[in-house]
């Protein structure tokens, strides 16, 4: 099962390759991770989504909060939480397909972010399911590339699920 | 004031009262090397390896349980330490490891003797620093020995560049240290500790199995209060040798490949284990699906990644060996009725006839030297009163089954990594943490020299080493799966050509003794014992012995096979596969 892991670690150089090594060392896969600053500069948050069976996710989760720079572990997944993505596609539809494209755009409350002759990049942010179902809405138009940004998470306050 | 880094090192190493530290050096550490020329205080022990100053902190550290340092300079200076750092890591032993590194400005560009050692060493150190700053260097000390010797203990290491050391700051030492990350669990939970009583309460066929944490933590006493107060059967990971005297009669001595015939019988017919410091390894279970198949299990561990690793657990205690035992003896103390001793009988009296059936033995010859023979003589002659150290293959395994350890931090042995070359370093750094005791490396011809160049170090430090080599010209235990899984074809195990060790160690300035019949076993032992310097002692042994009982790679640890039954344990094998 899928899990979204979601960490506070020092702001110390090295610590990413501390996770990443822990996670290739021990053969345990990441789908996405993205890491930013919190509101105090020396404490980075991580997100990582991984999956494994309940086994693994302990293991995983237990291994990330014994590396000396980690300061909390959330596994989301047990958590009431909101989480999103964002990606940004490069589409190059035909003339008669534009339209589609603008109108799917509205739909999905993205945004055309660049254009040219040929091209329309769009930005859209949502959680998981709507990227993807962009992503393959968008694909008879012809997209040329796209990049996301993996998934972000926070906790809904208050609430934890049974 | 301000003081220059290397003296800022010297002074935090002072302070954390470090009297010992082994090394080699090179290009950039020699500002630090220079200090400790006149050192009154700090004694450098030159080793003629970095993976031998690695191994000699570790047996400094086994041997004591105070932390292990090390001091080497850049580039194949630290690299050559990783095989030390990593044996270290995997059986939880304190180190501080000194890295020499390029000048800041350099660090990256590829310099002469540059290498990203940080990097390199951080999947098997418990953490490492590189000091960037100067102002940081004292506290960066002071965190490296409180990580390394607190919670699960590990390997540190610092690594410093050459600028660091030469330029000058003010000295800063802070009395304590609080990592907000880094908060080690030692009481373990109450409830859990309850549920335990209640369930060790009643047990009809418990069994304890100590590992290596119960000699970190200190908690042998408290094992032993336990074992006694109501007689639980008591059996030893190799790490855990020493925990319970292997002569207590609540001994079952090793569980797992080559553990007793009883250790495992009684894992597999036990209704309760109790694990202690210790983590599930695959030398020890077997067939991870057939094991203990009728058991409850209580895992107490300092490392919560320890429990449900390998195996299920239904009561986890995360938490210090000593203090998690002294709080469960509390509890049992009170908890514990009368009539369930008669139950606890029955199960020894079972135990009891499985050490009967098949004890831990082998054919004595007397035509040639068994390898089993020189272990039992050397315990015979040194009544556990001494500090085993071992390599790794048969010699280890030999060691481990014949030689009763008595007393905890007695064997010192490369349990996890499993590091040919380990003994004989080890065996160094413990005799000079312990210059009084009776020091024996239990080696064999082949690992013995993986790490030959250090009898250098032995005999110029006039270190009283004994090295019993069970001398077989082959790598034994490469052998024995080749001759019992690969239809005897030995690939690269036969050594062909052994030194003569007696000439190798006279070349060194140590002393060489040779048996090559049973009864000189004796009389060398005897004398290489007398003698006051390093010696070798070159056992020529029976090559076709083998390291029985076996379990197979990944068969239940109660498929074992029997020195007596050869013919059987192949058909048996053949079943298996």
Request: charged share 25%.
């Amino acid at each position: 099962m899928r899990h979204t892991i979601s960490l506070l670690v020092e702001n110390k150089f090295g610590v990413l390759s501390r996770i990443a090594g822990l996670f290739s060392g021990r053969g345990y896969n990441i789908e996405s991770l993205s890491v930013g600053e919190t509101i105090d500069p020396q404490i980075s948050t991580m997100t990582i989504v991984t999956s494994g069976d309940d086994q693994i996710i302990e293991q995983i989760t237990k291994q990330l909060n014994k590396l000396i720079d980690v300061i909390k572990v959330i596994d989301m997944t047990e958590f009431d939480h909101v989480e999103r993505e964002m990606v940004l596609i490069k589409v190059a539809p035909k003339q008669e397909d534009k339209a589609e494209v603008l109108r799917l755009t509205e739909i999905f409350r993205g945004r055309v972010v660049d254009s040219s002759k040929t091209t329309y990049t769009v930005e859209v942010t949502g959680d998981e399911k709507k990227i993807q179902a962009f992503i393959e809405l968008l694909k008879p138009a012809g997209i040329k590339e796209f990049v996301r940004t993996g998934k972000i998470a926070i906790v809904r306050e208050g609430i934890k699920k049974s | 004031m301000k003081i220059t880094g290397a003296e800022i090192l010297i002074e935090s190493l002072k302070r954390e009262g470090v009297k010992h530290i082994f090394g080699y050096p090179g290009g950039v550490v020699l500002n630090i090397f220079d200090l400790l020329y006149d050192n009154k205080d700090i004694q450098l022990i030159l080793t003629r390896h970095e993976q031998g100053a690695v191994h000699a902190a570790d047996g400094y550290a086994r041997s004591t349980g105070k932390p292990g340092v090390v001091l080497v300079t850049s580039g194949p200076g630290a690299t050559n330490t990783i095989t030390g750092i990593a044996t270290a890591s995997m059986d939880s032993i304190p180190l501080i490891v000194f890295s020499g590194q390029v000048p800041t400005m350099l660090i990256g560009n590829d310099a002469f003797q540059e290498a990203d050692i940080v990097g390199i060493s951080r999947p098997c150190t418990k953490y490492n620093f590189l000091v960037k700053d100067i102002k940081d260097l004292s506290n960066i000390v002071r965190e490296a020995f409180y990580i390394a010797t607190s919670g699960r203990p590990g390997p540190v290491l610092i690594d410093l560049p050459k600028d660091v050391t030469a330029s000058k700051a003010e000295f800063i030492w802070q009395e304590t240290v609080k990592i907000r990350s880094y908060n080690p669990t030692y009481e373990g939970n109450k409830w859990m500790i309850i549920q335990a009583a209640h369930l060790i309460a009643k047990s009809k066929r418990a069994v304890i199995i100590a590992g290596g944490g119960v000699i970190i933590s200190g908690g042998y006493r408290e094992l032993r209060e336990l074992a006694e107060f109501i007689d639980i059967p008591v059996t030893m990971t190799l790490m855990g040798l020493g925990s319970l005297p292997g002569t207590h009669e609540l001994s079952l001595g090793m569980p797992g490949m080559h553990g007793t015939y009883y250790a495992n019988k009684a894992i597999q017919e036990a209704d309760l284990l109790i694990a202690i410091g210790m983590r599930f390894d695959d030398r020890v279970t077997g067939k991870l699906d057939a094991f203990a198949p009728h058991a409850k299990i209580i895992h107490i561990d300092i490392d919560p990644t320890s429990i449900r690793k390998n195996v299920r657990v239904d009561i986890p205690i995360v938490g210090d060996v000593k203090r998690v035992l002294t709080a469960l003896n509390k509890v049992l103390k009170e908890d514990i009725k009368e009539q369930w001793d008669e139950v606890r009988k029955a199960w020894l009296r079972q135990i009891d006839t499985w050490k009967k059936e098949r004890p831990m033995t082998y054919t004595y010859s007397d035509e040639v030297i068994k390898p089993q023979f020189v272990v039992e003589k050397i315990y015979d002659l040194t009544k556990g009163n001494a500090i085993i150290t071992t390599e790794v293959g048969q010699n280890q395994m030999w060691a481990a089954q014949f030689y009763k350890f008595d007393r905890p931090r007695t064997l010192l042995t490369s349990g996890g990594l499993g590091t040919m070359g380990y003994g004989f370093p080890a065996a160094i750094g413990a005799q000079i943490a312990h210059p009084d005791k009776l020091v024996i490396d239990i080696a064999g011809d082949g690992s013995i020299q993986m790490n030959i160049q250090e009898l250098a170090t032995a005999v110029i430090n006039k270190l009283p080493v004994k090295v019993a080599i069970l001398n077989n010209h082959y790598l034994g235990m490469v052998r024995q799966w080749q001759e019992l899984f690969f239809h005897e074809r030995y690939s690269y195990s036969h050594l062909e050509v052994v030194p003569d060790f007696v000439k190798v160690a006279e070349a060194y300035g140590a002393a060489g003794l040779k048996a090559t019949r049973p009864s000189e076993v004796e009389p060398v032992l005897k004398e290489g014992f007398k003698i006051k310097k390093t010696v070798f002692m070159d056992f020529i042994v029976d090559w076709k012995e083998k390291v029985y009982p076996m379990v197979p790679a990944n068969a239940p640890i109660d498929h074992m096979l029997f020195e007596e039954q050869k013919e059987k344990s192949e058909k048996k094998l053949k079943a298996l596969k």
